[in-house]
């Protein structure tokens, strides 16, 4: 009587006491976030109350065996700037690994919205734009953190009243030509780093092009700021 209930059971403790080992077997990936964020606080300065750091994320199904010796976190190789680190955990071990973590600093930044709704070919004046403070995380890629810089270019789009204003909405004067030599600009934590480039496609004032870095061979994106000088925006 009650003998296969029983069993199944029996059968579900079992399993459930088999998925519970499986799970101690892995590394806590909140806890290598937490290490990887103690070891970026001791290396970037202090933050400001409108900072905070962004820590990976390093992927949930990420399965790292559990380290039998305290997992240790140092800064990688490379350039260290004022806002972001690239922190290294590394397991000694018998069945050793390493993993990378970026850490950088976000908080709030001035970002240009429409004021009302902006009709396409509209040329834009200081009234059409207001500046509010945002959170950096979740912006637009090429969004504007200066009115300054959208008077007097014309909207290649209707924009929507409350919009984040981008580089990409915007078009002005031809600033660069398919062929020419252009000057690649990339600020970095406050260092600015300049190269000699190739213009891949046209492009207007604020608008997107592709360039060749002629240093590398690479091609990258970025935004025509003027007739010799992309910027290009470094995530």
Known sequence: ???????????????????????GDFQDISQLEELARTEAQRLLPPLSEKQRLQVGPIQPHLQLARCENAVKAARAPGILV????????RCEARAPWHLYVPVKVVGITSVVLAAHAIV???ALTAKDMSVEQRDVVGLPPGYLNDPAIAIGLTAGRSIAAGTVLTAQQLMGAHAVQRGQTVTLVANAGGVSIQMAGRALSDGL??????????????????IARSEQIVEIILQ
Request: hydrophobic letters at 40%.
């Open 120 to 122: 396409s070919g509209s």
């Open 205 to 222: 004032i604020n608008q997107r092009v592709k360039v060749e870095n002629l240093s590398s061979g690479r091609t990258v994106e970025g």
């Open 1 to 23: 009587m009650g003998g296969p209930p029983n069993c199944r059971r029996l059968l579900l403790a079992a399993v459930l006491a088999s998925r519970l080992a499986a799970a």
């Open 82 to 89: 004022h806002d972001r680190v690239l922190i290294e955990l």
